[in-house]
């Protein structure tokens, strides 16, 4: 029966994806010196898993390039080579080039690196170099057996019942027997059952395999590592005179040594970070209970429907029917939502490597700290929130750790710290970045804000409001252009993509003490809790997150500086206020501040005044995409349908106050 593999593929790069995460994270974690054994299986498994996978489906490219990892792996493993810190860093880069075959892959596109012809001469130099470090590994290894003459295995192997549906077919395992040896292959009849009770996708074969090689039987066992869980397998090894070999396949002489192989039951798997979630099977029973539930309700209702009469008991059971219909929705509702949310440790786990390499690129010790790693959100959420944290580590190893010798003569120890942190609050999920570093440059910042005209000489301003400064486009404090940091993109560009995320970040630094940045972002992109307001015959829909305070605002309290912008004086301070009416080309009946409700918002942590006729309900709504359906609308984030079957849409306070050009010019911006 012939199986298209392709249909496994997603799989294939799933388990590849979370292969190449162990592998870094145990190389990350190896101590050259004094290697652990099981760290070193842990990276051989995983590359033995990819070359074996990538063979099965044709991926030759990927099994070739794997094979030479394997092999290094191999012979670390057993003793023959010592581990060093050269192997480390060419293990590191190939698990990058991997990674860029397989996305290659994925996105069926050729990939084409230099560093993967650089990478595979490093590996062959490595396997070619006959260097002491080799031949005293093997002088103080346990004395390894001499494997230069042949020696034959009878190896017994019944298929486990759903090899075949897992991608796995018995005869690609034997080929890669027959790469080290000979090969004779029987197949044995096993009981097979009765027509009515046969699964054609089922397997009720095994085999009978005898293999001359001079090969070790670890190298032999490589070949069923992928199935060993879920097949029964075992090895038998026989010592032949040279004249008998003629004869082996009639007469053992001995039997040297039995190793039995039997199933082991399945690991969990984990999630992965790519374009599917896998959902555990507790999940999905709790939804079916739940949609089990639902079609209860339903046909209490529907019962009700179909009387001729509606009777004082009819409306009560009709109220209580209802009741049950909101109770189940909102708990299917958080039972799906559940489904997408994922640890944040999905994202903390490529720092390790992003902060040991740029910290040898730097010149500096840091220690990376990350706590709260099983907090949960969105997976849509997670993987808009890595290229923001990437920046913001970045700039903390960049900018915000001195070097070991200037920590020194402050007073600190040589190894500085970066932690990453997560938590839930409210409804939000919370994400800092902190680190132990010289903290901002107050003076450097404001002098480059004066020198770009983002301040005037004489303004007076607070450190923290300084400090806010370096989200403004194009600012930058680097003294000279490198691939880290100085050319002026980054920080608005981070600050951007949150608040796209209905997020807010924070910054609070002192002087040779660090810098935290705290990023708040909703739990997920889905479902938006929002405040619902009328504006002319028009419902708007404003995040809560978003919001400070609504008032009304007497005249005495409102200055105006054009035809085009007007302030109101909220306690200590000036807030700018939009008149959205304007904006959306609507017809209102408050056309004056005094007049209408000013609904004060968030907008980068300055406020800002919207103008809108009444506030009414706050409720949740379901977020739908104006882009994918119609088009990218100014001032306007999504879409949503309110219960009465009417479209509401959901205001993008950056983007509205864009649009009305507060901040930029007096000149509309649209």
């Known amino acids: ?261 039997k199933p082991q039951g399945t690991a969990k798997p984990k999630n992965t970070d790519g374009g599917s979630i896998r959902v555990s099977t507790e999940k999905i029973d709790m939804l079916i209970n739940m949609v089990g539930e639902l079609v209860i309700t339903q046909a209490m209702l529907g019962q009700i429907g179909q009387q001729e009469e509606i009777s004082q008991e009819s409306v009560l059971m009709l109220q209580q029917g209802l009741e049950q219909l909101a109770s189940h929705t909102r708990d299917l509702q958080e039972s799906v939502m559940q489904i997408r949310m994922i640890p944040i440790s999905f994202a903390f786990n490529r720092f390790p490597r992003l902060v040991r390499d740029t910290s040898q690129q730097l010149g500096k010790k840091v220690e990376l700290i990350m706590k709260g790693e099983e907090t949960e959100l969105d997976k849509t959420v997670m993987e808009k929130i890595v290229d923001p944290m990437v920046h913001l580590v970045r700039n903390s190893l960049d900018h915000g750790l001195e070097s070991p010798e200037d920590r020194v003569a402050k007073g600190k120890t040589e190894t500085g710290s970066i932690t990453l942190n997560a938590y839930h609050q409210g409804g939000n999920i919370v994400i800092e970045i902190i680190d132990d570093g010289a903290g901002l440059n107050t003076e450097k910042i404001l002098n480059k804000a004066v020198e770009k005209g983002l301040v005037s000489p004489d303004e007076d301003l607070s450190d923290d409001a300084i400090h806010q400064l370096i989200f403004k486009p194009g600012f930058s404090t680097a003294d000279a252009v490198s691939d880290l940091s100085g050319r002026g993109v980054g920080m608005d560009v981070v600050k951007r993509n949150i608040h796209e995320l209905n997020g807010t970040i924070d910054l609070r630094s002192r002087k040779d003490e660090g810098s935290r940045f705290t990023i708040r972002l909703p739990l997920t992109l889905a479902i938006l809790d929002g405040q619902l307001v009328r504006i002319g015959d028009h419902v708007y829909v404003v995040p809560l997150v978003s919001i400070y305070e609504s008032l009304q605002v007497s005249q005495d309290r409102i200055n105006r500086l054009s035809d085009e912008h007007e302030l109101i004086r909220l306690r200590d301070e000036y807030v700018p206020v939009v008149k959205v009416f304007k904006e959306f080309g609507h017809h209102a009946e408050a056309q004056n501040i005094k007049d209408g409700l000013v609904m004060v918002v968030d907008n980068s942590n300055e406020k800002v005044g919207l103008l809108v006729d009444e506030l009414l309900a706050q409720q949740q709504v379901v977020i739908k995409n104006l882009e994918d359906n119609y088009t990218r609308i100014p001032g306007v984030s999504g879409a949503t349908i309110l219960g009465n079957g009417t479209v509401a849409l959901i205001i993008d306070v950056a983007g509205l106050v864009n649009l009305a050009g507060i901040g930029h010019s007096n000149e509309h911006a649209a």
């Not at 034959?152 to 690609?172: K, Q, S, V, Y």
Request: overall charge negative.
């Open 1 to 261: 029966m012939d199986i298209d593999l392709s249909q496994f593929s997603q799989v294939f790069f799933e388990e590849s994806i979370e292969g190449l995460a162990a592998m870094e994270a145990e190389l990350l974690n190896l101590d050259v010196d004094n290697p652990d054994d099981e760290a070193i299986n842990t990276i051989f498994r995983s590359a033995h898993s990819i070359k074996g996978g990538s063979g099965t489906f044709g991926f030759t490219a990927v099994a070739n390039f794997t094979h030479l990892l394997e092999t290094l792996l191999d012979e670390i493993r057993d003793g023959r080579r010592k581990m060093l810190p050269d192997h480390v860093d060419i293990l590191l880069h190939s698990v990058d080039v991997l990674r860029g075959m397989l996305d290659a892959l994925m996105a069926e596109t050729e990939y084409s690196d230099p560093k993967l012809q650089e990478l595979e001469q490093r590996l062959n130099e490595a396997l070619g170099a006959d260097s002491q470090t080799s031949s005293e590994a093997t002088t103080d290894a346990e004395p390894v057996a001499d494997t230069s003459a042949n020696q034959i295995w009878r190896i017994r192997f019944i298929a486990g019942e759903h090899i075949m549906r897992c991608g796995n077919d018995p005869m690609l395992m034997f080929n890669e027997l027959r790469d080290i040896g000979s090969l004779n292959v029987t197949l044995l009849t096993k009981e097979m059952p009765a027509l009515d009770g046969y699964d054609p996708e089922a397997c009720y074969l095994s085999w009978e395999l005898e293999l001359e090689t001079d090969q070790p039987q670890e190298k032999i066992k490589e070949a069923f590592e992928w199935v060993e869980d879920e097949c029964e397998i075992s090895y038998e090894q026989v010592t032949t005179e040279p004249a008998e070999q003629e004869q082996a396949e009639a007469k053992t002489s001995a039997v040297v040594q039995t190793v039995t192989s």
